[in-house]
């Protein structure tokens, strides 16, 4: 592989890092966690960039409120 591909990739790696990081450090000031989760989930995207800012939005994001008007089929069944 080619030296210059390498950086590239690695390149973007820390970009799309950069954006996971204050993508979850911005968003977890609105969540009732303990101070100890907020830094521990900004830490662990750190660590492991889109992957973990992935985790933080299945664990600890708040939900969006569901509409079931809005979901076909949904007081039909």
């Known amino acids: ?9 690695m390149l ?3 970009i799309l890092a950069a954006f996971a990081v204050a993508f979850v450090a911005i968003d977890i000031r609105t969540t009732p966690e303990a101070t100890v989760m907020k830094w521990g ?4 995207t750190a660590y492991t960039g889109p992957f973990g800012a992935f985790l933080y939005v299945l664990g600890c994001r708040e939900r969006l409120p ?12």
């Not at 592989?1 to 990739?9: C, F, S, T």
């Not at 989930?41 to 662990?44: A, C, H, K, S």
């Open 12 to 14: 973007l790696w820390f």
């Open 66 to 77: 569901l509409r079931l008007d809005s979901v076909p089929g949904a007081l039909h069944a």
């Open 1 to 9: 592989m080619d030296p210059k591909v390498l950086d590239g990739v």
């Open 41 to 44: 989930f900004v830490l662990l």
